[in-house]
């Protein structure tokens, strides 16, 4: 719970107009918009479950109310290209992965 209380929205989902959908990283979980999809997924997946589903719910759809006491990475539409590139230079490492 350490890891969440400072924590923050990352870009989760991004399409031709910015950033659709917003979701809570704990911290340690993003770098550089790319989520540690290693950490999430055999360690805290039960727990960052949780989080979500009662305290940090997502964000996302057209006139978004960012919550007004949590930290968002927020990122305008103009800087898109910088969460694309780093997604899909996770995807690559995953490709090569063994």
Known sequence: MARSSRGRYEPAVIGLGGV???DWAPQGFV???RWNNDLVR??????WRLDRR???KPIHGPGVNYPINYPV???APEDIGQV????DAERELQR???
């Open 84 to 87: 694309f590139q780093a997604w």
């Open 73 to 75: 990475n927020e990122v």
């Open 96 to 98: 090569r992965k063994p």
């Open 42 to 47: 055999f360690y805290y997946y039960p727990l």
């Open 31 to 33: 770098t550089d918009f």
């Open 54 to 56: 009662f305290w940090h």
């Open 20 to 22: 659709k959908w917003y």
